[in-house]
């Protein structure tokens, strides 16, 4: 049995009193226990690695690639663990028979083999964002969290098909919501926690060939072309390590640098970025077409 924390995970303020009781969150508070001592144990079953792989006397060619190759590996999920707290988890499903299962950030297991996290871009994690009450995916309730500074300020409960699914906290706003009336910062964040049925289902769509996402302004096309690039990543066999990769073009600098964060913060940090500028022989020095058709 984990040792539960000395600081409560949920940290609701006062007028969410009604959701801050042992029925709606112990269950939660018992699974996050046993989350901070599996990470505890994988940074330093990471660290160790990664010593190992750092001293490791190699030769050349294959060998120096495949060991390249590891510490790349090490290094990218190390550093997603230490950004990272027990906010690496997004939520948790109730499946009509069975267990929760909680969502993360990453993969993640118990010393003893039992899965604590699942990652989001698994197909077992695919339910957890594409169920809706019309179509639960086996589900019974779906529940998200809001992470404020390592803990939970609010989350949301849906039910989504009758049956056993303990007590809930049923709210009228969601949420995505709740996310909308968020202000603005300088950098683009993930939408892990409130992606929506439809935005999933462009992130998990077929690779092959060319998929055209139209919306206006503010509809969410970057994020959801983001968390494709992460998805992809994952889950097409044709990339990863020592095969293809992914390249994200955007218009500007600027616009690389809002978004900068996103990737990362997906456990991925692989994905080339550049601008329409840097695909050309002049780089930054390109300027304008004198064609019309092709200024824009």
Known sequence: MPTPHATPVFALPAHLATKATPALTAADERHFAAVEASTATAV???????DVARRAGVGQG????????????????????????????????????????????????????????????????????????????????????????????????????????????????????????????GRMHDVLGTIQADQDA?????????????????????????????????ADPRLGEGRGGVLFVGPHRPYLAYVADVLPSLGEESVRTCTLRDLLPEGANAGRSPTPRCSG
Not at 44 to 50: G, H, S
Not at 176 to 183: F, I, K, M, N, Q
Not at 205 to 234: C, E, M, N, Q, W
């Open 44 to 50: 330093a079953d990471l660290e160790a690695q990664l």
């Open 202 to 234: 462009v992130v998990r769509a077929g690779s092959r060939g060319a998929l055209v996402v139209d919306g206006g302004p503010g509809t969410g096309k970057t994020v959801v072309a983001l968390h494709r690039a992460a998805y992809l990543l994952h």
């Open 62 to 185: 294959q060998e120096a690639l495949e060991r390249d190759q590891l510490v790349r590996h090490l290094t990218s999920r190390l550093r997603v663990l230490r950004r990272s707290s027990l906010d690496l988890c997004l939520g948790r499903m109730v499946p009509a028979s069975g267990d929760p299962v909680y969502v993360g950030r990453l993969g993640l297991s118990a010393p003893d083999g039992r899965r604590l996290l699942v990652d989001w871009r698994s197909p077992a994690a695919e339910p957890f964002f594409a169920a809706t009450p019309a179509d639960p995916r086996g589900l019974v309730s779906r529940r998200r969290y809001r992470w404020t500074n390592g803990s939970i300020t609010d989350f949301w409960d849906e039910a989504l098909a009758p049956g056993s699914a303990g007590p809930l906290a049923l709210d009228e706003d969601s949420a995505l919501l709740a996310s909308l009336a968020e202000g603005r910062s």
